[in-house]
């Protein structure tokens, strides 16, 4: 049997909540980015479980054990005429990694798109997470370098919501 065999992935409940946002803050160490991460528990329960759903959290387990998860979003391409997946986070803990539960978390995330009629599935890495980029290169992922992605948030963000036109 193979370590593969033994990973389960579900859908996240409110339970999980703890246990996401301890990823999320490991995941943002590990991206050198630890000081930005802004969200709480409270608000990972209010946002996966409390609103509409337009955003889907997996748990992956190994032998009964969390490892990992996975944060998705549907995203429309007006081109396609279709829903897409984004996937907002992906996160194994480093000591499970290599054991297929990265790729079992995509695989489990692109069924799901395949199975809701989408057209196609979109992540952001870093250009510096190598071993990230070799899994998305071997699944045939494909990098959009013809795209620059934009981000207006906090206090630039209010700004201009709030600047008068022109």
């Known amino acids: 049997m193979s370590a593969a065999q033994h ?44 609103e509409p759903g337009s955003t889907f959290a997996l748990i992956c387990e190994r032998d009964g054990q969390a490892v990992g998860f996975a944060v998705y979003f549907l995203s429309y391409s007006t081109w396609l ?3 897409g997946v984004y996937l907002e986070d992906l996160y194994v803990s480093p000591e499970h990694r290599g054991s297929g539960a990265g790729r ?7 069924r799901i798109a395949v199975s809701q009629g989408c057209r196609r599935m979109e992540w952001s890495v870093l250009d510096w997470n190598e071993p990230a980029i070799r899994v998305y290169d071997a699944i045939g992922g494909r ?8 981000r207006l948030a906090g206090d630039a963000l209010r700004a201009f919501a709030e600047a008068g036109e022109g």
């Open 143 to 150: 990098p959009q370098s013809e795209w620059i992605r934009y």
């Open 104 to 110: 079992a978390l995509l695989r489990h995330v692109a």
């Open 7 to 50: 990973i389960v992935i579900r859908p996240a409940v409110r339970s999980d909540a703890p246990q996401i946002m301890q990823y999320i803050n490991e995941l943002a160490v590990y991206e050198k980015a630890a000081h930005e991460v802004e969200s709480s528990v409270a608000d990972i329960e209010r946002s996966l479980f409390d």
């Open 81 to 83: 005429g279709r829903h």
